[in-house]
């Protein structure tokens, strides 16, 4: 079966250190999307692509950045860990369909606690 | 200022106790709004998918319908195994998703 996968589920790390979480889809899908979630804020779009090569920025992107050299795969980095990006992260998939009801599959989370 | 909230915060119901969440957006241009449900230390799991006033979609016990301002998703004699966070999406464009903060639900048998 199809799923996306994220690693590690859990990390903790210090302030100012990179930190990189992985992401990986077997769905085939062009779009792929990194989240994070706090109380009382629901989810907010850090980075997203649209395929191999396509990066763009979403509401929050501020010390982070993606790349994506294949279809499979998005990793998220955190270029200077901060205590204000702890949080739980999530990535996303979503296949392309010219914009309208594009429905995204959802990794099982990674809580990361930056100290 | 596009704009997702969903209400209540938090919901208890009885088991058999029918119910609905709602979930009203304020956005221009809207091309599909999506519910989802969250369990604890899991990621949304996709329920539904409605793109115009009027449509409506059924699973088991639930039930989404959509007007130009809102949607509801109608609970229909819940089960505790229906206790979940629910979360309401909204598309505007390409690579504008706006969340809400969810509605967690709790089924008391």
């Known amino acids: 079966d199809a799923e996306i996968t994220q690693s590690p589920r859990h990390k903790i790390t210090e302030t100012g250190r990179q930190v990189t979480l992985a992401c990986h889809q077997t769905w085939n899908h062009n779009n792929m999307f990194w989240y994070r979630q706090d109380l009382g804020h629901g989810l907010r779009l850090i980075h997203y692509?649209?395929?191999?090569?396509?990066?763009n920025k979403g509401e929050v992107s501020d010390g982070y950045s993606v790349s994506r050299s294949n279809t499979e795969d998005l990793p998220l980095t955190l270029e200077s860990a901060a205590s204000s990006q702890t949080s739980v992260y999530f990535c996303?998939?979503?296949?392309?369909?010219?914009?309208?009801?594009?429905?995204?599959?959802f990794g099982p989370g990674t809580r990361l606690l930056v100290l | 200022e596009d704009q997702v909230t969903q209400s209540p915060e938090a919901l208890r119901l009885q088991e058999g106790e029918s119910s609905s969440l709602n979930c009203s957006y304020t956005?221009?241009?809207?091309?599909?709004l999506f519910w989802y449900r969250q369990d604890p230390g899991k990621g949304p799991e996709f329920l539904f998918t409605l793109y115009s006033a009027g449509e409506e979609k059924e699973k088991e016990r639930l039930k989404a319908t959509l007007t130009k301002k809102e949607s509801f998703l109608h609970i229909t004699a819940p089960k505790p195994e229906d206790s979940a966070t629910y979360l309401c999406a909204v598309q505007v464009n390409f690579n504008k998703f706006y969340f809400g903060s969810g509605t967690k639900l709790n089924v008391k048998p």
């Open positions: 996303a998939s979503s296949d392309l369909t010219g914009g309208f009801g594009e429905t995204q599959y």
């Open positions: 956005v221009s241009g809207l091309r599909g």
């Open positions: 692509s649209y395929g191999v090569h396509d990066t």
